[in-house]
Nanobody
């Protein structure tokens, strides 16, 4: 059973930055696709960014140029650097591990990001 533990959320002013972290409890972290998703109140969960085992990234249009996903395979950790934050980025952010072995999706508990002055 894979467990994902997120950290780094909080309250930030518009234009500010935050970095989210997600640590995964798996012995073969490097081969899986990692991702960040978010869900705002009253809205469906949406993809923010993904990063696969070959270092190929995918971003939602709304965050391109502002957010960067990265991973440290030695630490079994994926990061989401968020710059130039906007109020519309306010949401609960979820870490995702998509297993390329089983095609199963694992989710973290979520971390709140609030962008407000």
């Amino acid at each position: 059973q894979v467990q994902l533990v997120e950290s780094g959320g909080g309250l930030v002013q518009p234009g500010g930055s935050l970095r989210l972290s997600c640590a995964a409890s798996t012995s073969i972290f490097s081969i899986h696709t990692m991702g960040w998703y978010r869900q705002a109140p009253g809205k469906e969960r949406e993809l923010v960014a993904t990063l696969n085992g070959r270092s190929v990234t995918n971003y939602a249009d709304s965050v391109k140029g502002r957010f960067t996903i990265s991973r440290d395979n030695a630490k079994n950790t994926v990061y989401l650097q968020m710059n130039s934050l906007k109020p519309e980025d306010t949401a609960v952010y979820y870490c995702n591990l998509h297993s390329i072995v089983t095609n199963y999706d694992y989710w973290g508990q979520g971390t709140q990001v609030t962008v407000s002055s």
